[in-house]
């Protein structure tokens, strides 16, 4: 039962260099979401999913793309990489059926330093 | 819309003594809430959460909530800390019968003094 899983857990890149981070859940669920945690920040929501093929702009999407083409996976890009953009992401999930008072499932991170 | 206030970026206890963190929210409509730990090196986990009937809500490891409304409070406690409670932790809220966008606090440190 892996739940949400992230690739990669780590990642340095250079200034103006583009990547992809991979979420997959394994529990059906309908949305999916990116945060960004910073120190003292909490957490942000860049992008999110409502279902497969749908993507919306949450508090800070700047600099950042995502995709849906799976329901069990989503995608987020940086297309040119910023040092603001060093941060730890995380994936999380909702089975977004009924009640909205579900918890979300999160997976275990990425930590992205830009240089 | 929702808001959450989490007063206390740091709390510092001894082991053995009460944990008390502190959550207030703002919120239009009926409140879900949540508390969430974070342990270094890993995502949130759901601790408790309250969404309707009675309002004090037992979780894992020990800790509690109890949902005040007049009060807009949701805090975690727990009677005494162990040293294993020392982790990250983000209380949250959702609207009851609205979208499946939370809102988090900022977050709140908790450290345990041997």
């Known amino acids: 039962n892996a739940g949400v899983t992230q690739t990669p857990k780590f990642r340095v890149l250079k200034t103006g260099q583009s990547m992809t981070l991979l979420c997959a859940q394994d529990m059906n669920h309908e949305y999916m979401y990116w945060y960004r945690q910073d120190p003292g920040m909490g957490l942000r929501l860049i992008h999110y999913s409502v279902g497969e093929g749908t993507t919306a702009k949450g508090e800070v999407p700047d600099g950042y793309n995502v995709s849906r083409l799976k329901k069990q996976n989503f995608l987020l890009g940086l297309e040119s990489a910023a040092p603001s953009q060093t941060s730890v992401y995380f994936c999380?999930?909702?089975?977004?059926?009924?009640?909205?008072?579900?918890?979300?499932?999160f997976g275990d991170g990425t930590r992205l330093s830009i240089l | 819309a929702q808001s959450v206030t989490q007063l206390g970026s740091h709390v510092s206890v001894s082991e053995g003594a009460l944990v008390l963190l502190r959550c207030n929210y703002s919120s239009s409509v009926p409140p879900y809430l949540f508390w969430y730990v974070q342990y270094p090196n890993q995502g949130l986990q759901l601790l408790l959460k309250?969404?309707?009937?009675?309002?004090l809500v037992k979780g894992i490891n020990g800790f509690e909530a109890e949902f005040k409304k007049s009060e807009t409070s949701f805090h975690l406690t727990k009677p005494s800390a162990h040293m294993s409670d020392a982790a990250e932790y983000f209380c949250?809220?959702?609207?009851?019968?609205?979208?499946?966008?939370?809102?988090f606090g900022r977050g709140t440190s908790l450290i345990v003094h041997p």
């Open positions: 999380a999930s909702v089975e977004g059926l009924g009640n909205s008072n579900q918890p979300q499932h």
């Open positions: 949250a809220v959702i609207l009851s019968g609205g979208s499946y966008i939370p809102t």
């Open positions: 309250y969404t309707t009937g009675a309002t």
